[in-house]
């Protein structure tokens, strides 16, 4: 008989380990490639890019969330994301925030141009009245509904002080008494009475039946308790 070359069959585990092998190389060649969400992030007002703005990625096919922050010139890049459906949330302090939603990533990169609107400012204050210097001819002068009589000081009770004083002050429209300044005191009562002033309550100063806010000075004759 010539000689014969004869084929062993593979040993057990090693047809496993190939088998295993090639279900890997299978399971490689079917898997999608990841993909890459990038853009730049811009002011919708003024289409200046905004730095530091935080992008956050949620997508059922992540586990957990994905978040990156625009550079100085507003662009931001994230990598290796699975193949799937994408939503972003975009924040930056002052704007309000945006989230777009079905971005769809499968091994490509997608470029976004996002633009964030600034959160609305609450309208400034109305201005305050400009206070007149009140005039007795063409005006009715204030009358005090209610509020204290200025409070004599020790001080000024030890040394005897008593006499005029002359206070200058604005009484508003609303019958507010503010922005009081001495134009002739008396020792240790100057805060006294400033005091007792702008806790009082006039029925105001009118113009043709109009209040109106007026500089008003109130001159005030102090004499000792009894």
């Known amino acids: ?65 994905q978040s990156t922050v625009t550079d100085d010139a507003g ?39 996002l633009q964030l609107m600034p959160e609305p400012r609450p309208a400034p204050p109305p201005p305050a009245p400009v206070a007149v210097e009140f005039d007795e001819a063409t005006m009715v002068g204030p009358a005090m509904i209610s509020g204290p009589e200025p409070e004599y000081t020790q001080e000024a009770v030890e040394r005897g002080v008593q006499g005029q004083m002359t206070i200058r002050c604005v009484l508003g429209h609303d019958g507010s008494v503010r922005k009081c300044r001495v134009l002739k005191g008396l020792p240790f009562m100057n805060a006294s009475v400033v005091d007792a002033l702008e806790r009082r309550r006039y029925h105001p100063a009118t113009t043709h039946g109009k209040p109106v806010d007026v500089y008003y000075t109130f001159n005030l004759q102090l004499a000792l308790p009894q």
């Open 75 to 113: 662009a931001f890049e994230m990598t290796m994301l699975p193949p799937g459906n994408y939503a972003l949330a975009v924040q930056h302090e002052g704007f309000l925030p945006f989230s777009p939603e079905g971005l769809v990533v499968r091994g490509r990169r997608i470029k976004l141009r």
């Open 1 to 65: 008989m010539g000689n014969q070359l004869i084929e062993a069959p593979p040993r057990r585990g090693a047809a496993r380990a190939l088998g295993i092998a090639v279900l890997v190389l299978a399971a490689r060649a079917g898997a999608q490639p990841s993909g890459i969400i990038s853009g730049v992030v811009l002011d919708a007002s003024t289409q200046a890019p905004l730095a530091r703005a935080r992008i956050t990625a949620r997508s059922p096919v992540l586990m957990g969330e």
